[in-house]
């Protein structure tokens, strides 16, 4: 059964730092492209970073552009998103979902992923 679990949320001050977690089983995430999506309340849920398949390469949003970091262990299963700078409009609830599409990652919506996790709630006060 492919599974997909996130963890690492929580309540953060402005400025800090958290970091997610993706952790996949069922599924190798070496043959899948990864993407971490948010939805803040009463938005639309938004693709912040992916990382592709096969060469790893990485897409950001301008939201979280040089503030938030994706990276995957093959070894573990998991893929990390390592958030700094945190701001009150990064609140939402995060979710990390993967494809088997092989090309870059920026190239496929939410609709091509095929497996989502459950999501983790991320608040940042001010």
């Known amino acids: 059964q492919v599974q997909l679990v996130e963890s690492g949320g929580g309540l953060v001050q402005a400025g800090g730092s958290l970091r997610l977690s993706c952790a996949a089983s069922?599924?190798?995430?070496?043959?899948?492209?990864v993407g971490w999506f948010r939805q803040a309340p009463g938005k639309e849920r938004e693709r912040i970073s992916c990382i592709s398949r096969r060469d790893s390469s990485t897409y950001y949003s301008d939201s979280v552009k040089g503030r938030f970091t994706i990276s995957k262990d093959n070894a573990n299963n998991t893929v990390y998103l390592q958030m700094n700078s945190l701001k009150p409009e990064d609140t939402a609830v995060y979710y990390c979902?993967?494809?088997?599409?092989?090309?870059?990652?920026?190239?496929?919506?939410?609709?091509?992923?095929?497996?989502w996790g459950q999501g983790t709630r991320v608040t940042v006060s001010s």
């Open positions: 979902a993967a494809t088997q599409g092989s090309y870059y990652c920026s190239a496929y919506a939410s609709g091509d992923y095929t497996a």
């Open positions: 069922g599924l190798a995430l070496d043959y899948f492209a």
